[in-house]
């Protein structure tokens, strides 16, 4: 109600990420790019328990997880 009230909206729209996703990974695996100024939270696939909890207790906004040995 307080941003109703006070006549506050907010906007929003589409993000096209998906589009950019294959070429970026690649440069981000490739190590032609950094991530760290995209990603402020870095979890293996075995902490993504720790990735969630960072994003809900706002210690974190974008959360990098990487797989490793698939094997």
Do not use: W
Request: overall charge negative; proline content about 6%; hydrophobic content about 45%.
């Amino acid at each position: 109600m307080a941003l109703f009230g006070r006549n506050v909206g907010v906007h929003g729209g589409p993000a096209p990420a998906r589009a950019y996703l294959p070429e970026l990974l690649e440069d981000v695996l490739a190590q032609r790019i950094n991530p760290g100024r995209v990603f402020d939270y870095e979890a293996d696939l075995e902490d993504i328990a720790d990735a969630y909890a960072t994003k809900d207790e706002r210690r974190a906004i974008k959360s990098l997880v990487m797989v490793r040995n698939m094997a």
